[in-house]
């Protein structure tokens, strides 16, 4: 991409609005634009990251063999009322009535509808084990949004849905989506730890929050240090083998929110040079309910002896919208974003020094053109400000990889390499470059 | 993809509420299901052709230049009130309070919001011509959804927006996205026609419908036969040429829809063998309206002279969603669905005639493997329905390409290949199948 072709409206000033570095880097980098309290517009750099953040979450949601689906934004009103949570779900549900006066409802989470769906069509266990699920916008009407997309109103959520037998087949499912969840947030480069959590209004008696370890997170978190240390499953984890093992590796290990911490439990279990207490950033939940609902909305299987049991299930949470925030919170440093290689929005930026030069035009276009014939994502930044201000651009939205081509380094046939992630700099024939980015 | 592990709800009965063949097709198909009056779930083999032709609009719409970029669902009232269109619009729009009693509404379009963003930034014509685009949910609460997607109340929508410093240069906008729309459909195996349309809520005085040629269409139709031979340019067309030929080859050959049908220049124009008159579903508009949004919201630019003007803007909408429906009634016979290859849920599937048979398990497994290994999108009908059930099936499904596995022919070493389209059906060995798979 050209960047004199494409639409990076970046921000001089820091926006008084933003109380944290992540929303203020957002508004600055040109990510995202507020058009209501809590209501994002994602602007071209902004949107290039969600779709990389939401491909590696499919990615690994099909992996571990949930099926995607797409439900629609909009619920009946009606369908909340059988579970018994239309009533109980309170303000932070956007309830509409349609030109009918049927009531509508925006949906905050997909428990009902998804139970709705699975009845309609699933009467046996041979149908099981199922896990559907789907990455659609919800809305929440919070009282007070604030924090850019970590805490919006319209967000974009990645939401399965597991159905199964019985509670034992219930943990197997719960164990796929602990391990995709493990392995999902380790390849956006995110050290995310599983804690045991509170179930709250998704009901249920076992739960599990995955979060970003950052000292602007919204919650204290206590962990036995070790637990950054585990390993996560490679790409070759089986599903279909027993993975209780490495959920007991993950959850033997002390980490818990403030809402659950044993204070005692920590001080006798951990030892005192390993105990951190700091905060973290909710990235995924997770919850195996039972029969909660399928309970109430007779969603029912017949079992192998031909009798018909409600069916256990569970759900599974990941903010898709959110990770950006915490990414940056976890990613940055005072010149901006520090994007981690698979989810920025590209991977490397060429810096034309001295645009209008005949051999500095010439060289970057080749370059160019040669990465992007070998699949390489590159953000060519041909327009005419002074070198500095490309610098500080390049800085600011976080590229992994810059390339800086000018007057002197071409001279000597060389070009400047500098990796954002650590600053370091190289300089190396065009031809070395394309070999590091490439090989 | 194994079909023992997909979830795939077909129904034996055909539908009472459907009254258009997509509708019922796509109900018997498992494609979606009904979650309220014109409001539908994606099953999982309808959200894959949804995502398949999301992907053709995508690539093309970046082909000619546009950028993407994601607007949330919901919009202010009072954006609406800039452009005088909140008390226009009339009972299609769903309009919301929030827990604070702020006035919303679930977006029918986007002129006002990509104005708004637009005004935010672009302060001079160097940054034009700049065309953004979004692909998302949007809601019109029709009086009487029906027609299962072809007229949804939620549907998804790609839509652009065009901003250029004066009619000429919209016109070349207008002209990129005329040409990328040929391109759109044709690749999703569709002849759709550009037709001259009237410009309705949108505004404007240059317009032009494409419409799908079928029996089962809203609209009457007036085409000069010789428009379905015009060539779609090629994926090498170039953006940057003058595209004015390519328009005039297309808006020369006559083709109206009734709303704006003159039957003198009909008959003065079009051979008497050249006429037809049949029926067309609209799967996208593009409109050219000028200043209509950015005089009265201030959409304006310094010009070279530096004088401000306000921007000359079209828009350029597909219907995402309605296109499983246009393509389905353009492609089916009384058997199912004929999916365009480009847009299938899956391109191959392999129906295993005898399954329990280790022979046949084994060949489909082998053939299964390798087809996957090459990047072949397969559906391995491993269940245990008797053979008619699973040709009745993939009928059904419109899967392209059919590959039945048997004992018998396997004793000779040949499985045939039978491809949905035309029905046609050879007896190969599975090396010759592969290769013509992939070849």
């Not at 004199?4 to 990510?31: C, D, Q």
């Not at 969600?50 to 369908?79: F, Y």
């Not at 390339?403 to 992630?421: F, Y």
Request: net charge negative; charged share 25%.
């Amino acid at each position: 991409m050209r960047l004199s072709r494409f639409f990076l409206p970046i921000l001089k000033e820091n926006p008084k609005e933003a109380e944290i570095v992540s929303h203020r880097l957002m508004l600055r980098a040109g990510m995202i634009r507020q058009e209501a309290a809590g209501i994002y517009a994602w602007l071209p750099l902004g949107f290039r990251v969600l779709k990389k953040i939401e491909q590696i979450v499919r990615e690994e949601q099909d992996r571990s063999g949930a099926l995607e689906l797409l439900m629609p934004t909009l619920q009946l009103a009606d369908l909340w009322r059988e579970s018994g949570r239309y009533d109980a779900y309170g303000p932070e549900m956007l309830r509409i009535a349609d030109r009918h006066k049927r009531e509508l409802l925006y949906g905050p989470t997909n428990e009902e509808m998804i139970t709705e769906i699975f009845r309609a069509y699933v009467k046996s266990y041979k149908n099981l084990p199922l896990n559907l699920y789907h990455i659609q916008w919800k809305f929440r009407d919070e009282q007070r949004p604030r924090f850019g997309v970590m805490r919006g109103r319209e967000f974009l959520m990645k939401d399965a849905y597991s159905f199964d037998l019985n509670e034992a087949a219930a943990r197997v499912a719960y164990n796929k989506m602990f391990v995709a969840y493990l392995r999902t947030f380790a390849r956006m480069g995110l050290k995310a730890i599983p804690m045991r959590a509170e179930t709250g209004p998704i009901g249920g008696d076992l739960s599990h929050e995955f979060i970003v370890l950052a000292e602007t997170g919204e919650s204290g978190v206590f962990i036995n240090r070790d637990v950054l240390d585990l390993p996560v499953p490679g790409e070759d984890v089986d599903y279909n083998s027993d993975l209780t093992p490495i959920i007991k590796q993950w959850t033997s290990v002390y980490a818990a929110t403030e809402d659950v911490h044993d204070a005692a439990r920590f001080e006798q279990e951990v030892p005192a040079d390993k105990r951190v207490n700091t905060r973290g950033i909710e990235v995924g939940q997770i919850f195996y309910f039972g029969t909660k609902y399928s309970e109430p909305m007779k969603a029912m299987v017949a079992g192998p002896d031909g009798v018909d049991v409600p069916i256990h299930g569970g759900s599974y949470g990941v903010g898709v919208s959110r990770l950006l925030g915490a990414i940056i919170e976890a990613c940055h440093d005072d010149a901006g974003i520090k994007w981690p290689e698979a989810v920025a929005p590209f991977r490397v930026a060429i810096l034309n020094l001295k645009q209008g030069d005949a051999a500095v035009d010439g060289a970057c276009e080749k370059l160019y053109a040669e990465l992007t014939a070998k699949g390489v994502d590159v953000l060519y930044d041909d327009t005419d400000q002074r070198a500095g201000a490309k610098f500080a651009a390049a800085d600011l939205i976080g590229i992994p990889w810059q390339i800086m081509i000018g007057p002197k380094g071409l001279a000597d046939g060389k070009i400047e390499l500098k990796r954002r992630a650590d600053g370091s700099r190289e300089n190396l024939s065009p031809a070395d470059v394309v070999a590091r980015l490439v090989g």
